[in-house]
Structures are given as C-alpha cells and as structure tokens.
C-alpha cells in the first residue's frame, strides 16, 4: 500500500513540474501580476497588470507621396536636403515591410538638345539620385532606374521656367 501512495505523490508531483515547465517556460504564459494602487474619489482601486503579455503594436508604413527632384540645366548632380532625406526613411520603412516592394526613379530632361544626348542625360540623373539611396544604405536590388529624357515633359519647353519643371526626376514606391 506505501508505494502506491508514493507512486501517486510521485506522478502527482512529475505533473505538477511537467506542466509547470510546459506552460512558463516553454510557451511563456506564467507572467508576474503586478499590483498598482490608484486613488479614485478616496476609495482604493487595485489594478492587476501582467506584466509578460505585453502587446506588440507594429506600425504599418504607408507609401509616401511621390518625390520630385530638379536639376540644373545639363547636370545630372544629385543634391539632397530635407525632403529627400524624410522621403529616404519613409520610404525605406516600407521597404523594409514590403520586401516585393521596389523604389523607382525616373529621370527627365528638357527638350533643348538631341534625343539620345536627353535619353542619356536623363539616365545618369537617375543614376545620381539612385547613388544617393544606396549611400543611405538602401540595397541595389531595391532600386529600378530608368530614363524618359525629353519625353513625357511635365511643363510646358517653351519658356525657361517649363523647361526647368522638366529637369528632374520623378521617386516612386511600386508594389
């Protein structure tokens, strides 16, 4: 009779440390409560707050609007400030959560010049503005650059100012 009640305080204690082992340690569910005492119109109210489920909240990015960048008249030197740098860590966030994601750059030109010598113009704009992404540590394999040079003008070629409008490149996020 003794060693089937030690044989039944034995399970019992086996399946005690079994499940204590299963449900703390291995999937995490035994958290200390903490006890906090807040004073609410003189009566005591005691709050229990456990203190191992702590809700992950992940913000999702968004895409961020299009970036349009100018440039001088038949450079192709890519000069950052502000706005390319927000426009860097908002797109780089979604990047980051979107990896089917890829950032695009077009490159644009007036139309003073021949259309190969535009085309190619266009291209090494594109080239500086994906130089600078990659310095800020964006990987190559996220950038797709392209050229339109004197086609696709987003002003009119006519007046100095179109002209400028059309010296640029156009950084967009495609899914």
């Not at 995490?28 to 004073?39: K, S, W």
């Not at 990015?61 to 950052?80: M, Q, R, W």
């Not at 750059?105 to 994906?130: C, F, H, K, M, P």
Request: net charge neutral; charged share 25%; with cysteine.
């Amino acid at each position: 009779m003794k060693i089937l009640i030690i044989g039944f305080i034995v399970f019992f204690g086996w399946s005690a440390l079994a499940t204590h082992i299963y449900v703390c340690d291995i999937k995490g569910l035994c958290g200390e409560t903490v006890a906090r005492h807040i004073n609410v119109a003189d009566h005591k109210v005691v709050v229990a707050v456990d203190t191992s489920a702590k809700s992950v909240v992940h913000e999702q990015a968004v895409i961020p609007e299009n970036l349009v960048t100018y440039f001088a008249f038949d450079k192709s030197d890519f000069n950052s400030d502000s706005k390319t740098n927000k426009y860097f860590d908002e797109s780089n966030a979604f990047l980051i959560q979107n990896p089917q994601a890829r950032l695009n750059i077009t490159g644009y030109t007036d139309a003073v010049g021949s259309d190969e010598y535009n085309q190619a113009l266009g291209y090494r704009r594109a080239l500086s503005t994906q130089h600078y992404f990659e310095t800020r540590g964006l990987t190559p394999d996220k950038i797709i650059i392209e050229s339109k040079g004197e086609k696709e003008p987003a002003d009119n070629n006519s007046t100095p100012a179109g002209r400028a409008n059309n010296r640029r490149t156009v950084i967009t996020i495609k899914k």
